[in-house]
């Protein structure tokens, strides 16, 4: 899947509608769609694309990364 190598962090704030890998230790734990984004309290929401569910990320905890897929797919 073709996605930018720089981290979000690294490229300003995450806005909603962006597709994004979430990476913990190196690993892909999820993929989705950002919610919403909270850079003041270090927090990101996505919306999950294997499941729906949204979830809450500490950005300290993960590493978002955008894909330029059109849809992104559960691993």
Known sequence: MPRDDRPAADRGQLRPGERVEVHRDAVVHHLGIVDEAAPHLGVVWIRDAGT??????????????????ERPEHR
């Open 52 to 69: 729906g569910i949204r979830r809450m990320l500490s950005r300290d905890e993960v590493v978002l990364h955008p894909c330029r897929t």
